[in-house]
């Protein structure tokens, strides 16, 4: 995997049930997108924002095992393919080697009025680089 | 489509592109989740916790077109299909005629330690009694 | 009370000790004064922003017992005082007659830019209409 | 200030405004208890609850300046004083100088009904050795 961040389960992020609520989950994954364009690709969300920005297209998950508070988890990030204006990227976190959720989404590059934008050429190569290293 | 409720687009729901940050649509899709057990199937989710609990699974969503504040989404439900212990159920928005995301889920019935179990008859007779309105 | 609107607790305000998580109380006090803001101002929050804004200055809050997944909670809210930029709310939420909190917060009228400008006449004089009703 | 960590701003806190919505601030403040107890006070949310609650009973906040997406707060938390079962706590968020946000707090000490309860005898000494590293 490219890039990997721990996350811890914290208190707002447990439901009744002393999981995980998924939809916190989806935050979890997002800030996780957010710190790989930051810390990875050097390119972060305030400057991306608001001339453009990376919407959310598509996403699939599954949830493989619940999370309970003060668990640690490690989430990775691995780009799986890069079209004109899409960026695939595939998503694990586990918990002391149990999986606890698997995502593949599919971001957009837009412009300020939201159509869609091919990425720019520096931003294009950034990301095919670190789809090297992938393999 | 079995079970409709409206949403509105509030202030809380938008990110710095003015738009409905995704996350909080996975909120959106539980609170018609919870609403139509408590309206449809009569079952408020306080009634099935803590003894019980119908954990997200998996699900997959697409994003067809960004909601912004003052949206009046119609949010509908659909069962597609009832197994032993899981339900998969199908939800689609819309805006005048817009459609703006569609996402299938899966929930499994489980009990208080999380571990699967058969839907009790009452509640399979119920919800099969509203798949039969499906068709 | 000059507006008051209806709140159910549901699953996603709740935390492992089933109660609701307190940071969740200030999204449904948002809620309310946005809600306000429309219904009996009739100004939107999509059309006071992007060009203006009306952020909350300060708040103090009282939380006097928990609520529970399923209770429908009656949240109230009342002028206190108005100022040349600046508006003073008092909002009570109760349930069954069992208070559940009470809050004062001041917003602040603001430019795009976050400097703080008088009340455009209009919505004053809409404001002062609304807390003569008050007495 | 007895315990201090860092916050970036992320996506997920900011507003249409390009500002941190509010009611995110709460969760933050709550994330730094929660960090607090965890580090400082070696006792976390995870071991407290179920048995055990520390629910907030009273908050005050004052909001002097915005944060934007990008920007890394510092906030730092102090104990004010402590009563039988309560503990009120100060804690201040400055970014480069500038403050941010300013809140005290009490939180009282309950058990699995939510009745307030003394502090157990060891909590309440490892406190008041926090208290003294302030003076």
Redesign the interface.
Known sequence: MLYTRKQKI???H??????V????Y??M???TV?AWFDEALEL???TI??DH?V?????????TA?S???DVLNISLEIQRIGTASLGLHLEAECEGEARFMTSLTLVYVDAQ?KSEPWPDALRARILSDMEKNQ
Chains 1, 2, 3, 4 share one sequence.
Request: hydrophobic letters at 30%; aromatic letters at 16%.
């Open positions: 914290k208190f707002k447990c439901d009744p049930a002393g999981i609520f998924y939809p916190r989806f935050e994954i997002n800030d957010e972060s969300f305030a924002h608001p920005g919407p959310t297209g598509e996403i699939q998950t599954r949830f619940p309970r508070l003060g939201g």
